[in-house]
């Protein structure tokens, strides 16, 4: 069987923000097979988009991935052809089952069936119509989705203790993007959420204070060209409470004595930014959200069909 890679990377909003309070903070990744002996790639797209509105409307967040993915094997049950009228038409039913599973350990964390019934001109317009025809208000997905959450949140409770500790340890090894990473997938609906949040903040401190230095000397740079703007972008990016920050504060004000009266006043405004405590932990979150978002992008692996279903 031909393997369609799905990349599942955590990406811009799709990461699961520390300052979302929702449900469906819970992520799983979509994988399925790019075909499979009568069943084509648009019916396979057509099944991956009918389980994101399914998966949605249970409350679970699809277009990402923490630790889980669930995947459908797809069985032909029957396969009838009716002859007549001005053209024939093939029947099908098909049994559908979805599995989840934790892709690191590869256990099973639930699963249901489903049989589906379509028609068309041929087998794989069967299938198809047949696809089409999952609902996402169907109770079968309803009853499944409730107890793979629960598992999944028995799950992160039970290791929430063993991820903060794992973050901690990337954090000493200055893996600091890794860390973030790992944190995120924690469910921010969940109890327990704050002090994984904390535990990020407090690791996001370390790495400002270990790569800081970097963006003072690419202010520095900036400035050096005239390039106020990119100066006062990097330099607002520095934590208030960084080792570098009162150097930050002075290229700053050595910015305010070169620049024009329009640009003087954002700076004016990048300055409160800065200095405002109330946005202190929306800056700082918004940051690692970032962090992690790109660490993602360029490490997070990507996972075919054919390794989900050994």
């Known amino acids: 069987m031909k393997a369609r890679i799905l990349s599942l990377l955590l990406l811009g909003y799709s990461l699961i923000g520390f300052a979302q309070q929702q449900d469906n903070s819970i992520a799983i990744g979509i994988v399925l097979p790019d075909q499979q002996e009568e069943i084509n790639a648009k019916s396979f ?3 991956e988009t009918k389980l994101k509105s399914v998966a949605a409307r249970n409350g679970i967040f699809s277009d990402s991935y923490g630790s889980f993915v669930m995947y459908p094997q797809i069985n032909i049950i ?3 052809l009716v002859e007549g009228g001005l053209k024939n038409i093939n029947i099908v039913e098909l049994e559908m089952t ?59 409770r039970e290791n929430k203790e063993k991820m903060i500790k794992s973050a901690r340890t990337m954090a000493a090894q200055q893996q600091y993007e890794q860390a973030f990473a790992l944190l995120m997938t924690y469910p921010s609906s969940m109890e327990g959420s704050d002090e994984v949040q904390d535990v990020a903040i407090e690791i996001y401190k370390k790495y400002q ?42 290229l700053i004000e050595q910015i305010g004595t070169e620049i024009r009266d329009e640009q003087k006043r954002e700076l004016e405004m990048q300055n409160k930014l800065i200095d405002n405590a109330m ?15 790109e660490y993602a992008k360029n490490h997070q692996p990507r996972i075919t069909y054919t390794q989900i279903i050994k």
């Open 45 to 47: 797209k057509l099944l």
């Open 78 to 80: 029957d396969n009838a």
């Open 98 to 156: 979805l599995f989840v599973k934790q892709f690191d350990t590869n256990v099973g964390f639930g699963s249901c069936s489903k049989t589906l019934k379509g028609s068309g001109n041929t087998i794989s317009d069967a299938v198809k119509n047949a696809f089409s025809k999952i609902s996402p208000n169907d109770n079968t997905y309803a009853y499944f989705f409730t107890d793979v959450k629960d598992k999944i949140k028995q799950y992160y």
């Open 209 to 250: 204070d270990a790569t800081c230095s970097a963006k003072i000397a690419q202010a520095r740079g900036a400035i050096s060209t005239q390039d106020y703007e990119g100066a006062i972008d990097i330099l607002a990016t520095v934590d208030s409470e960084s080792a570098c920050h009162e150097e930050s504060l002075k």
């Open 279 to 293: 946005t202190l932990e929306s800056k700082r979150i918004d940051a690692i959200r970032e962090i992690g978002v």
